[in-house]
């Protein structure tokens, strides 16, 4: 497969980007009651229906502020998705040009594209996060100095010079306002120098006065050269006027491409009066919607669009090359686009943002380190200075290895909602080349999982161990700090696993509490593992409470005595016989590793099926 260079080319200078018949279908779920029925007696299979979202879409969009107007499922985030190259290409075909050329492979790079989320790092200052951006999408040819020169010049572009150096806000940490978070977000993508700039419904979410400064800030980029293409939904008027061009769209047709001002008398030599005083913007809404319920007068205005200017204006090729060029952006997308930064670069970066997070979120890292004080306290007291003898010692350190076991993995379920929220960042900038998933995953183990599991175990190791009274030999405590990490890694890989496969945090947390429960039961400390149906026991082999608990539990009781509490000397009992009567291996060192390896082959296992989880996420819409 060949290769080319992710900013290898940049956009054209003019930023012209023009489309035809661009149709767009997808597979929905079959309503039809007969559709279904033919495969009741297959329920593996998904019957889906076709249902087609744009049809044969043209135009052409030129610098300046050129919006898609309509209501809700028109199509119009659809069309610009398509034309930003974020869409899946399975179900579209039609032709996109630059300046009447194919798109080259790394177009959808070398564009900036905002989404309608506010999605930054929430952790970093503003410039921060520019500068994130500016250091893995452009070249290793620009300097640092030249990197920091046009971050800076960026903020001033978007006014951002009073709130360059705050943070950019958590739901834990007060940060800037919503129009400068969105202005930040813009910023992200003009680092790159764009001549083409998407953005999916900008002003979503935005109150009136802040909405219009985010447009009158987009016009004035659009006045530097750039060609500004976004969907919006319903404008106000202050909001409406800055339009150069505006594209309506009905049921996925368009039916009317022209400048701002010609809406309305364009809708009124079809009978539709504009009252005086009203906005354009909600009386073409309005004539839409009225529409949409009369198919023979979408297709009446559609036909006459497609008979206007505005589409024979476009240049578009004769039909006999439509093949020729619709085959050409069916080959491109056979190229392999190779990534901007190296992998040390990119794994540098990463791993400096995610320590920055971890150590600038307090819900995420001071609550760990003070959960971790605070259970290895309540487990040092509960179970303060065992005693050796036949009935309390024996119990109570077979409750306290019951409770570790079980805490050490159910704890990290915590880490779920950061992950989740997390996911919709890693699923933009990949797919925006920021880097690879690769790097992603290795920056993620080591800034991030493993430094919050080091160092709340050494704390909850070292508080609990002692005040227990366990056994006190530097193996023994070693082997138990070993265990104690390696269980917190695998509820770590565990989590990141199950966030990977869900978006939804309600699902995360019954999958997870569901994985713990039965890890519990076949603990071997809830129900004798002997009396299971067979074709359930193997259940047990999966348990990573068992695992965790065995090493606990030979590591501990091997070598014991237990005495009786009369102070009479006698100690009838010694841990190899309790291990027996657990049925728990012990007669060599193997017995008490293989657990070990057990463990951590479950935790690389996690881990792997995350990543492979990683690269299966749809990156595209």
Known sequence: MAAVNQVSTTVSSTGTISFHNINYTVGTKARSHKRRSKCLTLPFFKVTEQKQILFDVSGRFMNGMNA???????????????????KDPRGTSGIVLVDNFPRHPSFRYT????????????????????????SLRLSEA???SDKRVRVSTVITELS????????VGTEFLRGISGG???????????????NILFLDEPTTGLDASTASSIMNCLKDLSRRGRTIIF????PRYSIFKLFDTVMLMCNGQCVYHGSAKGVVPYFSTHDYQCEPYDNPADFALDVLIDIGRKPDIIAKLNDLYNKTDADTSAAFPRPGNMIDLESLDHKRRKYKVQAARSLGAEIFYLSQRTLRNSFRNPALALSQISVSIILGAMVGLLFYDLKKTTDSGVQNRLGAIFFISLNQIFINVTAIDALLKERALFIHEYASGYYRIFTYFIAKLLCDLLPMRVIPTILFSIISYFMMGLSRTISQFFIFLLTIFIASLFGSAMCFFISAITSIFPVALIIAILICVMMTMFSGFVLDLDSVFKWLSWIQWTSASRYVSNLLIINEFQGLTFCLSNQTNVCPMTGEQILDNLDIPHANSWDLWKNFLALTIMTVLFLISSYIQLIRIKKTK
Do not use: W
């Open 111 to 134: 564009v900036g594209y905002v989404v309608q989320e506010d999605i930054c790092s929430g952790t970093l200052t503003v410039r921060e996060n520019l500068y994130f951006s500016v």
């Open 231 to 234: 969907s919006i939904h319903q």
């Open 142 to 144: 620009l300097s640092a």
């Open 180 to 194: 400068e978070k969105k202005r930040t977000c813009i910023g992200m993508e003009l680092v790159l120098s764009p």
């Open 160 to 167: 951002l010079e009073a709130c360059a150096d705050t943070r």
């Open 68 to 86: 898609i107007l309509g209501p809700s499922g028109s199509g119009k985030s659809s069309l610009l998705d398509i034309l930003a190259d974020r």
